[in-house]
Structures are given as structure tokens and as C-alpha cells.
DNA sequence: TTTAATTGTTAGGTGAGTCTAACAATGTAG
DNA sequence: CTACATTGTTAGACTCACCTAACAATTAAA
């Protein structure tokens, strides 16, 4: 089995792949926060491991075998979170950094019950889909309400990069995942958007909250 | 914070010290599998941590500090096992593995949460008790059923050295925590005991058995 | 297209935790 | 009280994952 080292490897070409597609020696440096000659070195043993296909100089590309590794890391992350909201009272703003930890236990039977015990979701608390049992993930249709034009009705789906401060800034404005979105205006200036908010209250974000916001256009 | 590694040497430190009271170098050797030398040299790391007294040729003795270090790790185990048992649905003989794998989440809301969903219990699905979030541990007041003689009336309160095989073999007798035991006989030979077992069904078992479990005289 | 910035690589070292081989101290039996 | 077995210690080496300093390759800008 991975290392729990490994699995953090593996987590963040994942995610890096998903945001950006190329992935070089830096991004990884950057995102894990580990010199970038350790991760030169620990791009090569992943090589030698199977999990990645690694040309000097050239972007990294996990294998087939790293896709799967990386996609159970992350649905052990995801069921967690779930777990930790559905079972557990937790905000969604508290369970990113505990889940952190429990993603790397062994023990596939505490995850398969907790999948059970949250009824099988296919998204996490912030609406990023859980990868299933086999590895395979379920691309969602969304896309980011900041590409939305005036007149738009949507629903929010979920969130690209949540982070803690993301999250706290959407509950003190009363936003959860399934609530509607009227688009009303966009400032031309810097991209802000007045929205109808559930159909009751206009609420004014920025360009940089708009980005971050996944949305599915409404039946 | 301790390492995973620290943390799983103080918690046999603190096992080994209530099993046998003088902890030597080889007795943590066996106990962890892992070679004397190695032993040695975390010995002197736990020592210049404060967590350890040593001395050259002498037995181990946790300090203070130690031994709340090592209640903690405990809590944090047994708090994980009765979650596991009661909110999770876990046998009480799948849940070992799973917690000495989450005791070493460095997360004190996850495991307070457990706590309370648990109703704040004083002693895991075992009979073993759980130190409070000082460290306290609460002595049991309980003996050995091997120690009780013939006409004794007792309950299980808990179990020494509960090991799977063990706990499949009281499954498998339908024998749990809270049950009486009358004593009928003790085979003068080799110890075995014969027991009423809640007041129904006479059982024999063998001295080994009996001397895990731990009994509380009936009022 | 030569320069500068970015990005990637090599070389060499550190600390944690482990090991084996060899030896020293302690304890137990005869 | 010597002899043997147990127990503990030292020395030296290995792996994993990390680091810094220095250098090389690639890409972007002037």
C-alpha cells in the first residue's frame, strides 16, 4: 500500500490535473509545499512504481494504475467529509482538515460504512463528486457562474478549490449548495454580479467569489 | 505533537506498565516487533523528551508527563472503538485494527464529537476504561474469574489482553459484557471452570479463558 | 537572438526510525 | 562461585522523505 506521503503525491497530481492539466515539477512543489528537488526525487520513484510517467523535463502524467490510486485517496477524502457533515454534526467549513488525516487510514471496511451510513452520495459537502469503489469519477455538468450572462437562472452545484475562508464568507451570506441564482447584472468594471438570490434578496459578489461558484443552468 | 511512532511506543509503555508493572527493553521489543537496539535508541528519544525516565540496565518508567500522553493516545483509541461499536455498527472483535489505525488523527474536535455522539462513555466495548480528556484513567474494581472459587456469583465487566481470537470465541459462546456467571465447578486438574451461564445453561471453560475475564461480584 | 526569468536537475546532507552483528552487563543454576 | 542464559548496549548501515546550494535546460522578453 501507498505511503501516506504518497497518497498526498498522488491526491494533488489528481487535483492539479483537474484545474490545470499540465502538471510540472513546480505546481506540485507549490501545492504540497515540499522543494521542488523532493519532488523531482519522489516524481522518479512514482515512475518506478508505475503511478506516473515522468520525462526529464517534461509535464507529469499519472498512469492508468496513479489515476485509480489517486481517485480512492480522494473518495476516502470525500466519503469522510461527507461522513463527518451527515453522521457527525459538523459544518462544511470544519471537516476539510480532519478528513485530511482520516483519507489515510487502512481500513476498507470503515469507509465502505460510512458510504453506507451517509446512503451512497455521489458529491461531497461542497459538491465535488465522490469517486466510486472501482476509481471512476463522474464528471458534473456545471460550469462557473462568473461565465453566466445577465438573465441567467441557475443553481449552485458546487464549489472549485473551497477553502475554509471561501466556505465561512458563503455561510455568512446564508448560500448553500441547491440554492438559485437570477443573474441581474454584471459590472463591466471588474466582473461583479448582482444576483436575485433564492428568489428573494439581490446580493452583490465579486469576480474572484463568482469564479469559485460551480453552477447548473436551471430546467 | 508525538509521531505516530511515538505515540504507539508510549501506548505500549502504558499497557505493558499496568499488565506487568516493570517494563524492560525486550518486553517493548516484543511487543511492538521491532529489535532491541531500536528500542534502545527511541528509549533515550523518549527520555530527552521528557516522557520516559532510563537509565542504563534499568526498567522503563514513564513520567508524568508520559503517562498523560500515553491515557490520551488510550482515550483516543477506545473513544474511536465504542463509536465504532455503537454509532458505526462494528462487532466488538472488528473494531481493534480499525482504532489503532484513527488514535493517531491529530483532530480533539473529532474525537470530542465521538464522545458526545457516544454519550460520554467511561469504558469501551471491551470493558476497558477510557481515560478522561486529562488522562485520568478510573481504576476498574474487578478480579480475574480464574480467581473466584466454586459458588461465586459474578458478572463480566471486562476482558485482559482481549484479542480477536478471543472475542470470536465468547461471540461464538454468546457470552458479552454484563453477564452473569455462577461458578459450579473447578477442575482441581488443569483449572478449567463450570459456570451457569445467565442463570441458564451450564458452560466449561479452560483456565486460559477464564483468566481474561474480568468479573465483578454480583450484589 | 542574446538576455533574463522560470523551471528542472544534480549533488550532497539531515533526521527519524529501522535493522544486524558483536559485545557487555545482569541474573540464575549448578 | 563459576558458567550460561537472558537482557541491554554500541557501532554501523539502510530507507524514506526531506532540505540547501549550485548548475542546466527551457521559455519568454527585449
Redesign the interface.
Known sequence: MASHTVENYLKALFALANEVGEVGISDLSDHLAVSKPSVNGMAKALQQDGFLKYEKYKPLKLTAKGKKAAALVVRKHRLTEMF?VE????GWD?VH??AE??EH???P??FD??DE?VGFPTVDPHGSPIPDAQGNVLEIDCMKLSECSVGSKVSLVGLSQSSKSLLTFLDSHGIALGHTFHVRAVEPFDGSMTMLHKGAQDQTFSLKVCERLLVKREA
Chains 1, 2 share one sequence.
Do not use: T, W, Y
Not at 453522521?87 to 459538523?90: A, L, N, T, V
Open positions: 463527518l453522521q457527525m454534526g459538523f470544519e482538515d480532519i488525516q482520516v487510514v487502512k481500513a471496511a470503515f460504512r460510512m451510513l
